[in-house]
């Protein structure tokens, strides 16, 4: 979000390059990175948004200027109990907050930045959780999380039966398959209860 809205105002371009330190690494999709290698902004926000990668997510916390300013981006779009970096205490009402402001067309940089970070957050490597669970006339926006026996799946859902509606599964086992299914299931008795 912080992303989309900074390069909706000009602050930030795709093309901006960010280099990769050692303290940036997590293990994750990628295996490219090397100390001092560097990547576009939006490559590395296509990396989030598609596998969940949490290297380039590090990568570009920094460039926003670190935990504390990522946290007070967060605070002022209404999270009130999570930190979302480290210690990661994220809570399920929080990421239903910040999708919320995101989908206000006045809040975090309006169309322009729906229009950079939506297509970012569709037709991912993780669509067995809430996007399984819709209508294939809905589209939805989403960021997954998984960890050992997490899974968890936080959505802005379009074109819902009653217009859009924010999604946040968050759960704690049994992780894998069994987890994504959990999370469709849901998002389907949310979908079926949308169409009542």
């Given at each position: 979000m912080a992303e989309a809205q900074l390069t909706a105002?000009?602050?930030v371009h795709d093309s901006d390059a960010i280099c990769f330190s050692d303290s940036d690494w997590e293990d994750g999709w990628y295996d490219d990175y090397t100390d001092g290698a560097c990547y576009t902004r939006i490559d590395l926000a296509t990396r989030i948004g598609q596998e969940s990668d949490n290297t380039?997510?590090?990568?570009?916390?920094?460039?926003?200027?670190?935990?504390?300013?990522?946290?007070?981006?967060?605070?002022?779009?209404?999270?009130?109990?999570?930190?979302?970096y480290d210690p990661n205490t994220t809570t399920a009402a929080d990421l239903a907050r910040l999708l919320a402001a995101e989908a206000a067309a006045a809040q975090a940089g309006g169309g322009s930045a729906q229009?950079?970070?939506y297509p970012l957050l569709t037709h991912t490597a993780f669509e067995s959780g809430i996007p399984a669970g819709v209508s294939g006339q809905a589209t939805v926006v989403h960021k997954i999380g998984t960890l050992d026996g997490e899974v968890n799946d936080a959505a802005l859902v379009l074109n819902g039966?009653?217009?859009?509606?924010?999604?946040?599964?968050?759960?704690?086992?049994?992780?894998?398959?069994?987890?994504?299914?959990?999370?469709?299931?849901?998002?389907?008795?949310v979908w079926r209860f949308e169409l009542s």
């Open positions: 105002t000009g602050a380039a997510a590090h990568m570009l916390v920094a460039s926003l200027g670190g935990e504390a300013v990522l946290n007070a981006y967060a605070a002022a779009h209404g999270t009130t109990k999570s930190a979302f229009r950079w970070l039966p009653r217009g859009a509606y924010v999604l946040v599964v968050l759960t704690d086992g049994p992780g894998g398959d069994a987890g994504w299914s959990l999370v469709r299931q849901v998002s389907q008795a």
